[in-house]
């Protein structure tokens, strides 16, 4: 017998975030902004020019990350518990 998943979908993030929350997004925001600044750091040191562009594609979708959280938590001035 299958369980269901009786959990609601939220259509609107929540106004106020847990302390845990906040820290997963304080991480999230680390993890990508360390993954832009390695992919550019090697695509600049690289010498192929196929590896180059696809290391850069890399480095702009962590920052492009990276700017949507940014700007989501800025947004809508979430206040943590």
């Known amino acids: 017998m299958q369980q269901q998943n009786t959990t609601p979908i939220m259509d609107q993030p929540p106004k106020m975030i847990s302390t845990k929350d906040h820290l997963y997004l304080t991480d999230m925001l680390s ?12 695509a600049e040191n690289c010498s192929i020019p196929e ?5 850069n594609k890399a480095c702009e979708m962590h920052e492009k990350h990276y700017n949507i959280i ?9 206040t943590f518990m």
Do not use: C, G, M, Y
């Open 51 to 55: 590896v180059k562009q696809a290391i």
């Open 70 to 78: 940014l700007n989501h938590l800025k947004d809508n001035k979430k």
């Open 31 to 42: 993890w990508n902004l360390n993954a832009s600044k390695k992919a550019r750091f090697f």
